[in-house]
């Protein structure tokens, strides 16, 4: 018999530029039975990332919309309380894709158990997970920094930025970070040590960067696009590699960009510069790069040579709320909701 005992948060309108919380609706659900080969979940973590305000929208993408009523689809780590498979038993942690709910019956097969004793678990949605998986493979198999070459991030202290930095410095790049206010930018130099560290909110950024990348730019790492691409973009050097990650300046965007059209500018320095833009989806690098990712990143973290933020909200029915916020700028390292 199943309880009315769980909650979860879905889709309840597609937003029109900014998301709102009336986009989202909370609801109580009952406690899902399991069959064969599946196991019911409880969630522990959930991982909130800007691919998710890309989901709301029912705009073509690399990947499906989901559906208005349908439970907001999300990374999480979740405690196993039931099991109908051999693999698993109860109390065992997995990683999950369980989605914005507090329990789910999903199938047993391509969940990944967790070691809460070899690294905290919510690493796995962060520094050990996706974000940190596509700052390794998109730097290291695009970017390619060479020792003494100039790397440039933003969202330098979220964990895709933070790890591009940090992975750079180790290939002997010089990491040049661009974060949102004097507190990330303070943490990103003295904790993720990178070399120089701009902060995009001061109007005069693009003279800093010029400054801080006093013999050019050789990887930009793209996250964000917006004001900080335009700073960078005359200071890239021939041969420049710009792995495309994100472009979260303008996920929010509605309409047509305003400004005039710099297609033919962008074309000619791509052609003169001999500049490789090369967009990416970290999966598509996970049969060429996960078993390296994994055993690189994880002895960095274990000895401390790879170091990371996480910023932790409490509730479910915080997860709105904080998504529209990462968006924004809000959160200070990776975002997770402790359920
Ligand atoms: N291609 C892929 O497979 C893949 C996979 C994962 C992530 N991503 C992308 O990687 C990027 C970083 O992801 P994350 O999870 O590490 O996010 P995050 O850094 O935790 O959060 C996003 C950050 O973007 C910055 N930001 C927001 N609006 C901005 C603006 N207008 N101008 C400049 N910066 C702005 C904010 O930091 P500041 O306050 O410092 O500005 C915000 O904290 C995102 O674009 C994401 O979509 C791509």
């Known amino acids: 018999m199943s309880q009315p005992d769980g909650t979860r948060i879905v889709l309840a309108s597609r937003p029109e530029g900014r998301p709102d919380p009336g986009n989202f609706r909370l609801e109580r659900a009952p406690i899902p039975t399991i069959s064969d080969g599946q196991v019911l979940l409880k969630t522990l973590y959930l991982s909130l990332d800007p691919y998710m305000r890309g989901r709301m929208s029912a705009a073509k993408s690399y990947a499906a919309p989901v559906e208005i009523g349908q439970v907001m689809e999300g990374g999480t780590v979740a405690e196993v309380i039931e099991s109908r498979d051999p693999a698993f038993r109860a109390g065992d942690i997995v990683l999950s894709y369980s989605g914005w709910q507090s329990h789910a019956a999903v199938a047993a097969k391509g969940l990944r158990k967790l070691d809460p004793k070899a690294a905290p678990v919510t690493t796995a949605l962060g520094v050990l997970g996706m974000p940190g998986f596509t700052a390794y493979a998109g730097l290291l198999a695009i970017g390619q920094p060479k020792p003494g070459e100039t790397v440039v991030v933003a969202a330098a202290s979220g964990p895709v930025g933070s790890a591009v930095g ?68 005359p200071l890239l050097n021939t041969f420049a590699r710009i792995p495309v990650c994100g472009l979260v300046a303008q996920y929010n965007a509605t309409g047509d960009f305003p400004g005039p059209d710099r ?77």
Not at 217 to 226: A, P, Q, T
Not at 289 to 318: C, H, N, P, S
């Open 166 to 233: 940090q992975i750079a410095r180790l290939k002997g790049a010089r990491a040049v970070g661009i974060a949102g206010g004097p507190e990330k930018c303070a943490f990103v130099r003295e904790t993720f040590g990178f070399d120089a560290v701009i902060d995009h909110r001061d109007p005069d950024m693009a003279s800093q960067l010029a400054a801080a990348c006093p013999d050019g730019i050789d990887v930009y790492f793209e996250n964000v696009g917006g004001h900080v691409w335009d700073a960078v973009f």
């Open 263 to 339: 297609l033919p500018l962008l074309m000619r320095q791509v052609l003169s510069r001999s500049l490789t833009i090369r967009g990416f989806i970290q999966r598509e690098f996970v049969p060429t790069q996960g078993k390296a990712f994994q055993d690189e990143m994880t002895r960095w973290v274990a000895d401390g040579t790879v170091k990371y933020k996480e910023d932790i909200v409490e509730g479910l029915e915080k997860a709105p709320e904080a998504l529209i916020g990462l968006l924004e700028g809000k959160n200070f390292g990776k975002l997770i909701v402790k359920l």
